[in-house]
C-alpha cells in the first residue's frame, strides 16, 4: 500500500481532533498542555506532508520550506511546554490544585 497525502492528512485530522476534544473537555491543566501539544505535532505532520508532496512535482528545493516551519513549531512548543509547566508549578504551590475550575486568581 502506498502512502499517499491524504493518509497524512486524515492522521493529522485524527490528531488534531483528539487535542481538541481533550483541550475542551479535561480540568487537569497538564492533560490541556498535552492536547495542545497534539495540535501543534498535528500541525507539524501537515507542514511535513505538504512539502514532500510539493517537493515531488515542484522540485526537492521546495521540500525543506515545511521542514524549516515544522522545526519554528516544534519551538513554540517547546518554549510553550516550559512556560506552561513553570506557571502550573506556581500555581500548583500556591492552590494546592491544578484543576482549571478551581484557578481563579483575578477573582481574589
Known sequence: MHVTL????ILSAIMFGIGVVGFITRKNMVIVLMCI????????INFIAFAKYRGL??????????????LFVITIAAAEAA???????????????????????LKH
Open 57 to 70: 512535482y515542484e522540485g526537492m528545493s521546495n521540500q525543506l520550506s515545511g521542514q524549516v516551519m515544522s
Open 37 to 44: 501539544e497534539l495540535m501543534l505535532n498535528a500541525a507539524n
Open 6 to 9: 491524504i493518509h497524512y492528512l
Open 83 to 105: 512556560v506552561g509547566l513553570a506557571i502550573i508549578i506556581v500555581l500548583f504551590r500556591s492552590r494546592k490544585t491544578i484543576n482549571v475550575d478551581d484557578v481563579d486568581l
